[in-house]
């Protein structure tokens, strides 16, 4: 099992820039990939983006893709979503996951970030 812990999240205004960790423990991540999701008010969790632990493969949603970035820090086993140009759309609980390179579900979470943009 891997161990998530995000941290980052806050109040900013639109237009604005945060950037959101999730610290990783528990096994050796070489083969796992790194997800973001998120949940706003009201909707279904959905996912953003993610990333291959070893060679940094990405994959976005449109709606966040050229304003977010994922990315890994190996040395300090964390992942990070960098997010620009926030929207008040952007609202919303942010978590941290992952999963098995050979598996379709993510399997461990994080308990979320609370990110909130205002217009």
């Known amino acids: 099992q891997v161990q998530l812990v995000e941290s980052g999240g806050g109040l900013v205004q639109a237009g604005g820039s945060l950037r959101l960790s999730c610290a990783a423990s528990g096994r050796t991540l070489s083969s796992y990939v790194m997800g973001w999701f998120r949940q706003a008010p009201g909707k279904e969790r959905e996912f953003i983006t993610s990333?291959?632990?070893?060679?940094?493969?990405?994959s976005y949603v449109p709606s966040v893709r050229g304003r977010f970035a994922i990315s890994v820090d190996k040395s300090k086993n964390t992942v990070y979503l960098q997010m620009n140009s926030l929207m008040p759309e952007d609202t919303a609980v942010y978590y941290c996951a992952a999963r098995v390179i050979s598996d379709r579900t993510y399997d461990d979470w994080g308990q979320g970030t609370q990110v909130t943009v205002s217009s």
């Open positions: 990333i291959t632990w070893s060679g940094g493969i990405t």
